[in-house]
């Protein structure tokens, strides 16, 4: 059963891969934002994403509204970014680079 297992470096490449997928289109912000104005925008983004009269002209449009919160975008990006250098040169390899 073992042969079928995925090697370790294969998955975590993998999942690098594929984490492009979750982050759409981010906001970001510079470096250095003051902590209580990154929790401003953030508790903001999140209300409208709530909002009905978003959602509906959103549905309106066709759009697909299905937003990750921040915080897991900041995981998923400390995940990414903390990969071994053989899971990078994996990724770089299968990218062609």
Known sequence: MDQYKTHE???????????????????????????????????AFAKSMKDPELLADAKKSKMDVDPSTAEELQALV????????????????????
């Open 78 to 97: 400390k995940e990414v970014m903390g990969q071994p250098k053989e899971v990078i040169e994996r990724v770089k390899k299968f990218l062609g680079n």
């Open 9 to 43: 470096l294969s998955r975590r490449a993998a999942e690098m891969i594929l984490a492009g997928g979750e982050f759409g289109r981010p906001l970001v912000a510079t470096p250095g934002v003051p902590a209580e104005k990154l929790t401003i925008m953030r508790e």
